[in-house]
């Protein structure tokens, strides 16, 4: 069993002018009865950690902020920001590998070479922007550089993809946001 200490509830104040609250409520103890581990491949993108110009704490420390009572963190990759290299590493685990989860760091900003959130969009079925929406307004209450995070979330097949922004301390609080709602969201996409 599994406890879920966070769900979030999204109201759309409104609509013309996207205007949006979230609350979080913790929950010490409500269970999602998920017996099921969830696999999870993390995808560090960027040119500059493939270099080594940038250190890999972004990705490593998303693999140690998965509660490894529910998630198993099966792979950890560190590809350059390049839409075919993108592509393949996500459809090797959402359609071969058959992860329940791929989370991406890196490549959601502003720059040329920022193209995560357009290979992801291309390779989904389903979007689920209630979940970057609320990552982006927790982060904005602590810094408005959040707003400039174009990362995104959805479904291919039966895998939940998720970008999140490349710095270390936005992945960790963006993660954090969703954290308590992905076993339920797995769980409806799988059908559990």
Do not use: W
């Not at 993108?86 to 989860?101: E, G, H, K, P, S």
């Not at 991406?104 to 959130?117: E, M, Y």
């Not at 209450?141 to 990362?151: D, E, W």
Request: proline share 3%; hydrophobic share 45%; aromatic share 6%.
């Amino acid at each position: 069993m599994v406890l879920c200490n966070k769900i979030i509830i999204i109201t759309i104040l409104n609509s013309h002018r996207f205007l949006f609250a979230v609350d979080i409520f913790t929950l010490d103890s409500v269970s999602c009865d998920y017996m099921k581990k969830f696999s999870v491949s993390v995808l560090l993108i960027g040119d500059k950690y493939v270099s080594g110009v940038k250190d890999e704490s972004t990705g490593k420390n998303i693999v140690c902020a998965l509660p490894s009572d529910v998630f198993d963190c099966s792979s950890y990759d560190v590809i350059p920001d390049d839409a075919e290299a993108i592509r393949n590493a996500i459809m090797l685990y959402a359609d071969t590998l058959q992860r329940d989860v791929i989370v991406t760091a890196g490549g959601t900003g502003l720059t040329v070479t920022d193209i995560t959130p357009e290979v992801t969009r291309s390779l989904i079925d389903k979007e689920v922007p209630g979940l970057a929406e609320a990552m982006r307004f927790e982060g904005y209450k602590l810094t408005h550089k959040a707003l400039l995070s174009r990362g995104i979330c959805g479904i291919r097949r039966k895998t939940l993809i998720i970008n999140l922004p490349g710095s270390s301390k936005g992945a960790l609080q963006s993660l954090e946001v969703i954290l308590g709602i992905l076993p339920h969201a797995l769980g409806t996409i799988q059908r559990i």
